[in-house]
């Protein structure tokens, strides 16, 4: 049963438009993180945050932006999509370092730009 | 920064035969070493991870090595399913206690 839930699961949209993605965790974590996976597989780290307020810009170069105003929740936001930005985009959350037990990944959004 | 190299890319296996995927890794500092599993249309799951201070973890058909000198650990999957078909991926923490990813193995269980 998935406690990091991810919506929409999938989301085809028009070029130029704004979208956020959406991403809730019910299991207190104060880290979280946005992947984007291509088909090739990898797992691109493009934002993450360790706490409400913070957040920092990861591995992957991205046009997308994230905020952390609430601990459970972390939304992605294109604020004008382009067919470069479709991806499948996975939400992951984790504990803090003293207890660190690996990442919780949602299911992921689908995301196709047209 | 921390480097996770896995292999192979893709892995075609017999139902019934094992499979193994490999990864290294260059952070000596690196701590914490999970596999997850990636099913079609699903995020990652955990399927096992391995510490520092432990040589080797089982759990039923799976068991994880680790090597700390030689800086890899490998995922072994014995009596293979067409369940186990699946992306795998390899993980280390870095020194931010982030982790790494490796690139994923495709695992294909043939009936």
């Known amino acids: 049963e998935a406690d990091i839930y991810q919506t929409p699961r999938y989301l085809v949209i028009g070029t130029g438009k704004k979208i956020t993605l959406e991403c809730s965790q019910t299991?207190?974590?104060?880290?979280m993180y946005w992947y984007q996976q291509d088909p090739g597989m990898e797992l691109h780290l493009i934002h993450y945050s360790y706490g409400v307020n913070s957040t920092e810009k990861g591995d992957l170069s991205s046009e997308s932006t994230v905020s952390r105003i609430r601990t459970e929740h972390f939304p992605l936001t294109l604020e004008s999509a382009r067919p470069s930005h479709t991806s499948q985009y996975l939400c992951?959350?984790?504990?803090?370092?003293?207890?660190?037990?690996?990442?919780?990944f949602g299911s992921g959004t689908r995301l196709t730009v047209v | 920064g921390e480097n996770v190299e896995q292999h192979p890319s893709t892995l075609s296996v017999q139902e019934g035969d094992s499979a193994v995927i490999k990864c290294t890794y260059s952070?000596?500092?690196?701590?914490?070493f999970p596999w997850y599993k990636q099913e079609l249309g699903k995020g990652p799951q955990l399927i096992i991870d391995?510490?520092?201070?432990?040589g080797e973890k089982k759990d039923q058909r799976i068991a994880v090595t680790l090597n700390k000198t030689a800086k890899h650990f490998s995922l072994h999957i014995t009596e293979t399913q067409p369940e186990d078909s699946a992306v795998y991926f390899c993980a280390a923490t870095d020194s931010w206690g982030k982790l790494q990813f490796g690139a994923g193995t495709q695992v294909v269980v043939t009936p």
């Open positions: 299991m207190g974590h104060d880290k």
């Open positions: 391995i510490r520092s201070n432990v």
């Open positions: 952070d000596s500092a690196s701590n914490y």
């Open positions: 992951a959350s984790s504990e803090s370092t003293a207890n660190f037990d690996g990442y919780t």
